[in-house]
């Protein structure tokens, strides 16, 4: 069965820096795009960012380019999310999401699911 264990939130201040950490097993990781997505109180799920199976691709949502970067080490099975400058909107939970396999981020293939039980990210101002 698919397993994701996100790691690396914590209460920072705005301005600081966090890398979130996703832990990937039960399926051939190195096959499929991965994505994280974030959660507010009383908000819906949110796409943050994305990576390719094959890593050569990579989206983000408008509000934190330039600002985070997803990457992946297939050798470790583990995408993380460095985020930089963090803002108080950034306040979530943040969730790691198994994508397609060998989706490429392409439009029609944008599937994510088996999410993981999300890291807490708390920035205050």
């Given at each position: 069965?698919?397993?994701?264990?996100?790691s690396g939130g914590g209460l920072v201040q705005a301005g600081d820096s966090l890398r979130l950490s996703c832990?990937?097993?039960?399926?051939t990781f190195t096959s499929y795009d991965m994505?994280?997505?974030r959660q507010a109180p009383?908000?819906?799920r949110e796409f943050?960012?994305?990576?390719?199976?094959?890593?050569?691709t990579t989206d983000y949502v408008d509000s934190v380019k330039g600002r985070f970067t997803i990457s992946r080490d297939n050798a470790k099975n583990t995408v993380y999310l460095q985020m930089n400058s963090?803002?108080?909107?950034?306040?979530?939970?943040?969730?790691?999401g198994q994508?397609?396999?060998y989706g490429?981020?392409?439009?029609?293939?944008?599937?994510?699911?088996?999410?993981?039980?999300?890291?807490?990210?708390?920035v205050s101002s």
């Open positions: 069965q698919v397993q994701l264990v996100e832990a990937a097993s039960g399926y994505g994280w997505f009383g908000k819906e943050v960012a994305a990576i390719s199976w094959s890593g050569r963090l803002l108080p909107e950034d306040t979530a939970v943040y969730y790691c994508g397609s396999p490429g981020l392409h439009p029609k293939k944008r599937n994510f699911g088996s999410w993981g039980q999300g890291t807490q990210v708390t």
